[in-house]
């Protein structure tokens, strides 16, 4: 089942929130920032074990991976890294990449209910109409869990998605 919400990411209780994370694993502003506010210094703590073992070279654009969700409403924090928005370049099988790596990480946890925020489209700049219908396409491909909550945090931005949704399923809602 796809939901779309609009509302702030780490008040989602549910097993899996995905980070709009960077490279470097170490925080950053927007959806990075909030998560590690609020879900505090364990998330960092095995971010920075990441980094020291098999992620020394930082995680690449499109990849996944898990660490404790530490006190969100949450079992695990799923960090990927979205693409920069390119005018030059097509980099939306990466964008698409962040979707399915993250479920398939989401998956391999045994975790049946995840959400998304709008990855890259804020400091990364993708436009949201854009990123709205690589996502749902992404996640309608590769969908093996009970629920993926997409958390919008404007109403702009929800409506974006829900326009992108009766696009994509031919009128059908949620
Ligand atoms: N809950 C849900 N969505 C949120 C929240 C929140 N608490 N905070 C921000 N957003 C929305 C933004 O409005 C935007 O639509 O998440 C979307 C992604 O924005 P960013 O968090 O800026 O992520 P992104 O565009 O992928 O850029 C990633 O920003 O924070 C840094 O460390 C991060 O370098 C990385 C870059």
New binding site residues.
């Given amino acids: 089942m796809i939901e779309l919400v609009q509302?702030?990411?780490?008040e989602q209780r549910v097993d899996v929130v995905v980070n709009?994370?960077?490279s470097s694993l170490l925080?950053?502003?927007?959806?990075?920032?909030?998560i590690h506010r609020k879900g505090g210094p364990e998330i960092l703590a095995e971010c920075r074990a990441l980094r020291a073992g098999q992620y020394g070279g930082g995680l690449k654009v499109g990849h996944a991976v898990a660490t404790t969700a530490g006190r969100l409403p949450a079992r695990w924090v799923v960090h990927t890294v979205?693409p920069v928005y390119s005018t030059e370049e097509d980099r939306s099988g990466l964008l698409a990449d962040c979707y399915r790596n993250s479920l398939r990480v989401a998956t391999e946890l045994g975790a049946e209910t995840v959400a998304f925020?709008?990855?890259?489209?804020?400091?990364?700049?993708?436009p949201?109409a854009s990123a709205a219908e690589i996502a749902l396409r992404a996640v309608l491909d590769h969908h093996p869990l009970r629920t993926v909550r997409f958390?919008?945090?404007?109403s702009a931005?929800h409506d974006t998605f829900a326009a992108a949704w009766r696009e994509i399923s031919g009128g059908a809602g949620l």
């Fill in positions: 509302g702030d990411i780490t709009a994370a960077n925080g950053g502003s927007g959806v990075d920032g909030a979205g925020p709008a990855i890259s489209t804020g400091v990364y700049r993708w949201m958390v919008l945090f404007s931005a």
